[in-house]
């Protein structure tokens, strides 16, 4: 069985990490699973986004496999960290929608990856936190850097020090989830809120995530630039036409992402 299972259906990849067992912790081949799945969405036009999320009901990732640390050396700890941010970037910079379904722990590695997303959705069991400061480490993949961008500096610095980990409620009022549901709900309202946002212009999605993700790493000035210039890009679109004259005919609008 595939550590990384993959199904499209609807435009919408779901990718599961499949290691219940080992609550879905993330050894290299998983690591390296996850890359292939998340290249092959970004090259394939049938994929609108994807939803991201564990196998069992006990985890989403559990973090990285902690049975690899003890093998690590400084130099190799390097090469290990920036693997990792290199798929969280290519998480985060895929050019479509991804949603975390939190479908319980997401702690170090695993809280890391849901960073990493476009937007998180946590069952009420989740649990997620930063606990790497227990083991003698920091965050490697991204996690200082995201985690502060997302829910402030203080409540970041809470998570990083303490290494506790937080209720799904909690994450929720800091503004770390976007959502909270039953367990049952998990993947029908993922599904449900990733098909609102593939049935609007898909050029302009595909912006609106530029717009953000770029803008938030340049000087305001530069990001306003950037803003402006997406802004021009989507007046060439047909989409912004039929946009614009369905509201004007009070219709609804059929985009074709052109
Ligand atoms: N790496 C490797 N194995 C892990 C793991 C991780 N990050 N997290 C859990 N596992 C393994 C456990 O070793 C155990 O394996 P075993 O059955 O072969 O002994 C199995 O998954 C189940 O975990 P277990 O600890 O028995 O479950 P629990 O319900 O008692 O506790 C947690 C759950 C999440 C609190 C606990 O597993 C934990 O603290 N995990 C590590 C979390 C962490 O520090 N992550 C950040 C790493 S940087």
């Known amino acids: 069985m595939s550590v990384v299972l993959t199904e499209v259906l609807d435009r919408i990849l779901t990718v599961t990490v499949n290691r219940p067992d080992k609550l879905n912790a993330l050894n290299p081949e998983v690591m390296d699973a996850l890359?292939?799945?998340?290249?092959?969405?970004?090259?394939?036009?049938?994929?609108?986004?994807?939803?991201?999320?564990?196998?069992?009901?006990?985890?989403?990732?559990?973090?990285?496999?902690?049975?690899?640390?003890?093998?690590?050396?400084?130099?190799?700890?390097?090469?290990?960290?920036?693997?990792?941010?290199?798929?969280?970037?290519?998480?985060?910079?895929?050019?479509k929608p991804v949603i975390a379904a939190?479908?319980?722990?997401?702690?170090?590695?695993?809280?890391?990856?849901?960073?990493?997303?476009?937007?998180?959705?946590?069952s009420k069991n989740?649990?997620?936190?930063?606990?790497?400061?227990?083991?003698?480490?920091?965050p490697g993949y991204g996690?200082?850097?995201?985690?502060?961008?997302?829910?402030?500096?203080?409540?970041?610095?809470?998570?990083?020090?303490?290494?506790?980990?937080?209720?799904?409620?909690?994450?929720?009022?800091?503004?770390?989830?976007n959502r909270i549901v039953?367990?049952?709900?998990?993947?029908?309202?993922?599904r449900e809120l990733l098909k609102k946002i593939l049935a609007k212009a898909p050029v302009a999605i595909h912006y609106v995530l530029d717009a953000v993700n770029a803008g938030l790493d340049m000087p305001f000035a530069a990001a306003e630039g950037h803003e402006a210039t997406l802004f021009g890009l989507c007046v060439a679109t047909e989409d912004m036409r039929e946009g614009v004259s369905a509201f004007l005919e009070k219709r609804p609008a059929k985009f074709t992402g052109k």
Not at 35 to 58: M, Y
Not at 126 to 138: D, F, R, S, T, W
Not at 144 to 171: H, W, Y
């Open 102 to 122: 939190v479908n319980g722990f997401a702690l170090g590695g695993g809280c890391e990856v849901a960073l990493a997303c476009t937007l998180r959705i946590a």
């Open 182 to 190: 039953e367990p049952a709900d998990l993947l029908p309202a993922s």
């Open 143 to 177: 996690g200082s850097q995201r985690l502060p961008r997302l829910v402030g500096k203080g409540r970041a610095f809470e998570i990083l020090l303490t290494g506790d980990m937080i209720s799904a409620d909690e994450a929720h009022r800091i503004g770390l989830v």
């Open 35 to 95: 890359a292939a799945a998340f290249e092959s969405a970004r090259r394939d036009d049938a994929v609108g986004g994807v939803i991201l999320t564990g196998a069992g009901e006990k985890a989403f990732i559990a973090g990285a496999d902690i049975t690899i640390f003890k093998m690590l050396t400084p130099f190799s700890a390097r090469s290990f960290a920036r693997r990792g941010q290199a798929l969280m970037d290519a998480i985060e910079t895929l050019g």
């Open 126 to 138: 989740a649990k997620l936190g930063q606990p790497e400061v227990n083991l003698g480490v920091i």
